[in-house]
């Protein structure tokens, strides 16, 4: 399985950004898909995630109204849509799958939840 991010760079302060995660060697639709992302000195963060035939989906209470998380399952690809961006969003973005049974490896918003993660994308927003 290979997870690979796209869409990060640079944005001013409010503006919008589009990430890309394509999976190969796992569908999708059947996968609990996470994102995440680490700032400069600080710890990784979950930001959202979709699971479960995208009948499920969390976000973290920071980025709700802001970022919609969505999949395309002819391109078995799940993309985070991130709008009003601030400087505090400004970090590499990593996205991250699972092919457990839901009842296994604890909530979506839980890093160890998942197995397989890609190298990551910047995004910057500046002020």
């Known amino acids: 399985v290979q997870l690979e991010e796209s869409g990060g760079g640079l944005v001013q302060a409010g503006g919008s950004l589009r990430l890309a995660c394509v999976v190969s060697?796992?569908?999708?639709?059947?996968?609990?898909v996470g994102w995440f992302r680490q700032a400069p000195g600080k710890g990784q963060e979950f930001v959202a995630a979709?699971?479960?035939?995208?009948?499920?989906?969390n976000y973290a209470d920071s980025v709700k109204g802001r970022f919609t998380i969505s999949r395309d399952d002819a391109k078995n690809t799940v993309y985070l849509q991130m709008d009003s961006l601030s400087p505090e969003d400004t970090a590499v973005y990593y996205c991250?799958?699972?092919?457990?049974?839901?009842?296994?490896?604890?909530?979506?918003?839980?890093?160890?939840?998942?197995?397989?993660w890609g190298q990551g994308t910047q995004v910057t927003a500046s002020s």
């Open positions: 991250a799958a699972d092919w457990r049974d839901h009842t296994i490896g604890g909530p979506l918003s839980l890093i160890s939840r998942y197995k397989y």
């Open positions: 060697g796992g569908d999708v639709r059947v996968a609990a």
């Open positions: 979709i699971a479960w035939s995208g009948r499920v989906t």
